[in-house]
């Protein structure tokens, strides 16, 4: 269940509370056990490193829930009101654990006001509710525990209170226990204002109960208490606006002090004392709001998340640095930065482990530039980096500022407890007397996307020349689009599907066939695969090339079977394919719609680039095979070669890379027979790749491998072609195949 249903159900458990004045104890002792469970599940599973603080926290739950545990089987003994006030004492020992992690805000004026206004407030209430409570204990006898318990919720506000000002965002676990935190202290400073230690059985307050103790246990079980103590955006503070609303309790706190001595209510404090700190707090707060205009006008050319420049800030910074030269022997760059799969991140872990991400690479690229240059957030997961390095600063910044910037990013970002690793893509252009800032950025950002065709973690320096590439590429992307429209295209071409015999060595039989796309461009011409495959992956449309090669193949397929030619295919799947929630339904739609066993139908998965290692991507694969399709594992021996991708999917074939075999005569397939036997130990299905020689062929047969596919037998043909070939007397040895 998210967050946001698990919060829905708390506050159906409050109303029902409510509701049912019979049930509250019931209630209020089955949630507060049940949120005792909740926090030691949470510690267990998530492991967090300051484990101290939320052991603390599972020990003040569990005291409570004792405590109220006691004081509906009991009545109001004296274990009720020892146990509560260990509860007490419990908090006390967590709250500091709270200011143990995150980035607080930077040191201000704004924030020494808003310490000031908290720390006189929080003294005259502790001091009037000590004050109070020591009276009543010499005229009533009220238990000590009673007269401090009132002293130290107040404490426990301010240092919450402070918290909340003094970081940016919280993430979810701290927003959960913080409104916890104060839910509690109010539940507290309520009770004993009555002379108890614990709510009176059945009371509604019982309800507010209810809703303290489960957002403890929400907290504990959200994959960010982790970071307890931690900010998503730890480099700025809140806006000072909102800080000012959030200081306006205690702001007003001796004003109405002073207004209840005025109307004859009883006050201990002396009027002056009160009249003085009301003083105090009012000229803090107009100095704060004073501040905080100052900081709102200062704030227009900051970014909010993380502190840097906006776009208006890089507008005024590159004025200033092409105003003039570059010092002697100096250099003046401005790069285009952007994070590689930034939206994967979101997609896996939520927005705001993507903020802290963009915290935490601003972060680095402000410490990598140093005072050689500015970094600002051009929007999203796009930064810009201004860079003005003189003759004494780092080579790196003069001569490879690309590099220099790669270099910061190449350590990994702990997220939540994900170490996440950080690519980019980076466009220079240099950066001389009187440049355009727009023609500037559009020259960096064609870099950039230079850069990443190159499969990103790459830099590119501006030429002319890729302007033209990138008009071109935005074209080539634009016809690949039309491709999968509602509407024909015939400026954007077409896709044919040809088709690469599979043979039997040992008969030499066409036993299958590998389907291949192309692309006919009306201008272009036949584009590579090579070209059009990256691109459509790039720009999300490689499932939709997956899917239409499949759809296609299994059709021909089916046609083959009516010519009685029964064959396997092989189809092969991209990242994107093989990351679609929906593979499994349009594999099988596909299937059927054709009419083809699962069996007969192979998913080719390539170790070229890496694998991922996604629990949806490993779901499918294994539904996939459960349900009778067979999954290849192409291009093995080369690239991100890895047995743990026999252990991740599984595999049931394994396609011996060309490379092993093509590139080399028959003494060069050493690697051969020993990934042979690895297949024979797993039960795998082998099949070489890139076949061009009858030596070859009889290498690998005697070795032990069956199945091939190469020049040998025959290129990728057209359907009309290949049933040609396949109408052919069989068995036929290469040499005919080839005729």
């Known amino acids: 269940m998210r967050l946001q249903g698990q919060l829905a159900a708390v506050a159906a458990l409050v109303v029902l509370c409510l509701l049912l004045p019979r049930a509250r104890s019931e209630l209020l002792l089955a949630?507060?056990?049940?949120?005792?469970?909740?926090?030691?599940?949470?510690?267990?599973?998530?492991?967090?490193?300051?484990?101290?603080?939320?052991?603390?926290?599972?020990?003040?739950?569990?005291?409570?829930?004792?405590?109220?545990?006691?004081?509906?089987?009991?009545?109001?003994?004296?274990a009720a009101a020892a146990l509560t006030t260990g509860a007490q004492l419990a908090a006390a020992g967590a709250v500091p654990g709270l200011f143990g992690g995150g980035r607080r805000a930077r040191s201000s004026a704004g924030g020494l006001l808003d310490l000031i206004v908290l720390v006189v407030v929080a003294v005259l209430a502790a001091t009037e509710m000590a004050w109070n409570g020591v009276l009543r204990h010499d005229r009533d006898g009220l238990p000590w525990p009673l007269v401090l318990a009132p002293v130290v919720d107040v404490v426990l506000l301010a240092a919450l209170l402070w918290l909340v000002l003094s970081r940016a965002r919280l993430l979810p676990a701290m927003?959960?226990?913080?409104?916890?935190?104060?839910?509690?202290?109010?539940?507290?400073?309520?009770?004993?204002?009555?002379?108890?230690?614990?709510?009176?059985?059945?009371?509604?307050?019982?309800?507010?109960?209810?809703?303290?103790?489960?957002?403890?246990?929400?907290?504990?079980?959200?994959?960010s208490m982790v970071s307890l103590g931690g900010s998503d955006a730890g480099v700025r503070a809140r806006r000072s606006w909102v800080q000012l609303v959030l200081l306006l309790p205690c702001a007003l706190a001796p004003a109405l002090a002073l207004l209840a001595i005025a109307s004859g209510m009883q006050v201990l404090l002396p009027t002056a004392l009160v009249a003085a700190a009301a003083v105090l707090v009012a000229l803090a707060v107009l100095a704060r709001a004073v501040l905080a205009l100052r900081e709102t006008e200062l704030g227009a050319e900051r970014d909010a998340l993380t502190g840097l420049l906006n776009r208006r800030g890089l507008a005024a910074a590159h004025a200033r640095a092409s105003a003039t030269a570059p010092?002697?022997?100096?250099?003046?760059?401005?790069?285009?930065?952007?994070?590689?799969?930034?939206?994967?991140?979101?997609?896996?872990?939520?927005?705001?482990?993507?903020?802290?991400?963009?915290?935490?690479?601003?972060?680095?690229?402000?410490?990598?530039?140093?005072?050689?240059?500015?970094?600002?957030?051009?929007?999203?997961?796009?930064?810009?980096?201004?860079?003005?390095?003189?003759?004494?600063?780092d080579a790196r910044w003069r001569g490879d500022p690309g590099g220099a910037v790669l270099d910061a990013l190449r350590e990994p970002v702990d997220v939540g407890g994900h170490a996440l690793s950080v690519t980019a893509s980076a466009g220079v252009v240099p950066v001389v007397a009187g440049d355009d800032l727009e023609r500037s950025l559009a020259d960096a950002d064609i870099a950039m996307y230079a850069a990443k065709r190159r499969s990103g973690s790459a830099t590119c320096t501006f030429e002319p020349r890729l302007r033209e590439e990138l008009l071109g590429h935005l074209s080539a992307v634009e016809d690949l689009r039309a491709l999968f429209g509602d509407r024909a295209a015939p400026h954007a071409g077409s896709l044919q599907v040809h088709y690469q015999p599979v043979v039997d060595l040992r008969d030499h039989r066409v036993v299958g066939v590998e389907a291949l796309v192309r692309w006919q461009h009306p201008e272009r011409g036949l584009v590579s695969p090579d070209e059009f495959i990256a691109l459509a992956e790039r720009e999300g449309l490689g499932w939709r090339l997956d899917d239409a090669v499949l759809r296609t193949a299994v059709q021909q397929l089916a046609r083959w079977d009516g010519e009685g030619h029964r064959l396997v295919l092989s189809v092969n799947l991209g990242l994107s394919s093989m990351r679609d929630p929906d593979l499994f339904t349009r594999v099988d739609d596909a299937a059927a719609a054709g009419g083809?066993?699962?069996?007969?139908?192979?998913?080719?998965?390539?170790?070229?680039?890496?694998?991922?290692?996604?629990?949806?991507?490993?779901?499918?694969?294994?539904?996939?095979?459960?349900?009778?399709?067979?999954?290849?594992?192409?291009?093995?021996?080369?690239?991100?070669?890895?047995?743990?991708?026999?252990?991740?999917?599984?595999?049931?074939?394994?396609?011996?890379?060309?490379?092993?075999?093509?590139?080399?005569?028959?003494?060069?397939?050493?690697?051969?027979?020993?990934?042979?036997?690895?297949a024979r130990t797993m039960r795998l299905e082998l099949l070489a790749e890139g076949v061009e020689t009858a030596a070859q062929a009889e290498a690998l047969r005697g070795l032990g491998v069956h199945l091939a596919q190469g020049y040998l037998f025959a290129p990728p043909l057209p359907a009309a072609e290949l049933t040609a070939l396949l109408a052919a007397p069989a068995p036929l040895p290469p040499a005919r195949l080839l005729t």
Not at 61 to 73: D, E, Q
Not at 183 to 206: N, W
Not at 363 to 389: Q, T
Request: hydrophobic fraction near 45%; proline fraction near 4%.
């Open 31 to 78: 949630t507060n056990w049940s949120a005792v469970v909740l926090v030691v599940l949470g510690v267990r599973r998530h492991r967090p490193p300051r484990r101290l603080t939320w052991w603390l926290v599972a020990a003040f739950v569990a005291l409570v829930a004792a405590g109220n545990t006691s004081s509906v089987l009991a009545g109001h003994d004296g």
């Open 175 to 223: 927003v959960l226990a913080v409104a916890g935190g104060f839910g509690c202290l109010s539940y507290d400073l309520l009770v004993t204002a009555d002379g108890h230690r614990v709510a009176l059985t059945d009371e509604p307050l019982q309800a507010l109960g209810v809703a303290n103790m489960l957002l403890f246990g929400l907290a504990a079980r959200h994959p």
């Open 327 to 393: 010092v002697p022997g100096g250099a003046r760059w401005l790069l285009m930065v952007d994070l590689d799969d930034f939206k994967r991140v979101n997609d896996r872990l939520g927005h705001s482990a993507g903020d802290a991400l963009l915290v935490a690479v601003a972060r680095r690229l402000r410490s990598a530039v140093g005072r050689s240059g500015v970094v600002v957030r051009h929007g999203g997961d796009e930064f810009i980096v201004l860079v003005d390095a003189g003759a004494d600063d």
């Open 596 to 678: 083809i066993d699962p069996g007969r139908l192979h998913l080719e998965i390539t170790e070229h680039d890496p694998l991922p290692d996604e629990a949806q991507v490993r779901t499918s694969m294994h539904e996939l095979v459960a349900a009778g399709y067979r999954l290849s594992l192409d291009d093995f021996g080369v690239g991100y070669t890895s047995l743990s991708y026999l252990e991740r999917y599984p595999i049931t074939t394994l396609k011996l890379d060309r490379s092993l075999i093509s590139a080399h005569g028959t003494s060069s397939l050493p690697l051969v027979p020993g990934i042979a036997a690895l």
